[in-house]
T-cell receptor
Framework: AQSVTQLGSHVSVSEGALVLLRCNYS??????LFWYVQYPNQGLQLLLK??????LVKGINGFEAEFKKSETSFHLTKPSAHMSDAAEYFC????????????FGSGTRLLVRP | DAGITQSPRYKITETGRQVTLMCHQT?????MFWYRQDLGHGLRLIYY???????DKGEVPDGYVVSRSKTENFPLTLESATRSQTSVYFC????????????????FGPGTRLTVL
């Protein structure tokens, strides 16, 4: 069964520092992959998605992610953290069947220190 | 308003009571989903629907019932609520650009926070 692993339930960075949130997937077939962000008391908002086009995907708010098949990874990065980036981030893989359901990682809470 | 809405946003109920959570989308998306969010588990799929009158179980369906008589609505019912069903519930719908549904985006509602006492 397909699974998604996010390393680190909490990541803390200083404002202006690099943000790196890790995501690994397990699938024999490279899946479609997504990063969502959840602000407090809100739903999930799509940051970016990989759908087998370019391996480096740019998203909203300055985030990007690189799909690496050899490492089965899809890590999320942002060069310079902003206070407004503090939120929970979820990596997800599309179940490759007719259900189109998303398999989510357990989430990483990003804390940004002033 | 366009988009996907959920009601109520907050609900407190007692063990054994029946509760229905509502989900409405204005896009006429064919696919709709119910997920629950619990600490340490991310989001897990409860049920999904590929179209009106077509529903199927997800990862954690026990204790839940769904229906989809109209494309735009996808209510989730807890027939006899238990404390383990205390969670935040998210509804989502999947748009189609006419091509591969896998490349489309799942849009999420704002969630319903349910507490079962």
């Amino acid at each position: 069964a397909q699974s998604v692993t996010q390393l680190g339930s909490h990541v803390s960075v200083s404002e202006g520092a690099l943000v790196l949130l890790r995501c690994n997937y397990s699938s024999s077939v490279p899946p479609y992959l997504f990063w969502y962000v959840q602000y407090p008391n809100q739903g999930l908002q799509l940051l970016l998605k990989y759908t087998s086009a370019a391996t480096l995907v740019k998203g909203i708010n300055g985030f990007e992610a690189e799909f690496k098949k050899s490492e089965t990874s899809f890590h999320l990065t942002k060069p310079s953290a902003h206070m407004s980036d503090a939120a929970e981030y979820f990596c997800a893989a599309l179940q490759m069947d007719s259900s189109y359901k998303l398999i989510f990682g357990s989430g990483t809470r990003l804390l940004v220190r002033p | 308003d366009a988009g996907i809405t959920q009601s109520p946003r907050y609900k407190i109920t007692e063990t054994g009571r029946q509760v229905t959570l509502m989900c409405h989308q204005t896009w006429s998306h064919s696919y709709m989903f119910w997920y629950r969010q619990d600490l340490g588990h991310g989001l897990r799929l409860i049920y999904y629907s590929a179209a009106a009158d077509i529903t199927d179980k997800g990862e954690v369906p026990d204790g839940y019932v769904v229906s989809r008589s109209k494309t735009e609505n996808f209510p989730l019912t807890l027939e006899s609520a238990t404390r383990s069903q205390t969670s935040v519930y998210f509804c989502a719908s999947l748009g189609t650009s006419g091509g591969d549904l896998g490349t489309d985006t799942q849009y999420f509602g704002p969630g319903t926070r349910l507490t079962v006492l």
